[in-house]
């Protein structure tokens, strides 16, 4: 079973990627995680990667379609994996469906986790973050016992600027040029399935489950 999540940022695609990945036991694959375990093995891939990363500069395309096909080859991914974060763009998909063709295997599902701008400037303006432990909240789906401070650490939580209404609003601009296209490709080959990404994490789950087959 192998999956795409789609979804505009803050959208909740991540949550249920990783909640995908337990129930059916197969590899939850992000491009970030999939640079950091290249670069800490000290592999040839990361190694380039690690050199466009620290000039601030963003990972070609064809350099990130190489390391995504480099892990699902992996004996982990004999059974499927959810790739959550990627492809971003038209050419990352087209080039993703090459590398599969290859090996003879296409994408089984793009599932898509349809947010409205507004609630997502709305949900994401309610996250706060602890920048000494990383753990995240909400202001109302998970706030902090006392309010201001991680239960965790004690530290206190703080409105990224990744959250801000402004920033969220150019991701969200950046999401509809480069993104959301992919929704129209992905229908064509005819394995898009949408679902409600307004309710309730838990009933967005079992939607999602429905679609897949318990």
Do not use: W
Request: hydrophobic content about 40%; charged content about 30%.
């Amino acid at each position: 079973m192998k999956i795409i999540m789609l979804g505009a940022p803050g959208a909740g695609k991540g949550t249920q990627a990783k909640q995908i990945a337990g129930k059916y036991q197969i590899p939850h694959i992000s491009t970030g995680d999939i640079f950091r375990a290249n670069i800490k093995e000290g592999t040839p891939l990361g190694a380039k990667a690690k050199e466009y990363m620290d000039q601030g500069l963003l990972v070609p395309d064809e350099l990130v379609v190489e390391l995504v096909a480099d892990r699902i080859i992996k004996e982990d991914c004999k059974d499927g994996f959810v790739l959550d974060g990627f492809p971003r763009t038209i050419p990352q998909a087209k080039a993703l469906d090459e590398a599969l063709s290859k090996m003879g295997e296409k994408m089984d599902y793009a599932i898509d986790v349809d947010v409205p701008d507004e609630n997502i400037v709305n949900r994401m303006g309610g996250r706060r973050a602890c920048l000494s432990c990383g753990a995240t909240y909400h202001i109302v789906n998970i706030p902090t016992k006392a309010e201001g401070i991680c239960d965790k650490c004690g530290s206190a939580v703080v409105l990224r600027d990744d959250d801000k209404p402004e920033t969220v609003q150019k991701r969200l601009a950046v999401y509809h040029e480069q993104t959301q296209p992919l929704i129209e490709y992905y229908s064509a080959q005819g394995i898009l399935k949408s679902v409600d990404g307004t309710r309730p994490m838990d009933d967005v789950f079992a939607d999602i489950v429905r679609i897949l087959g318990a």
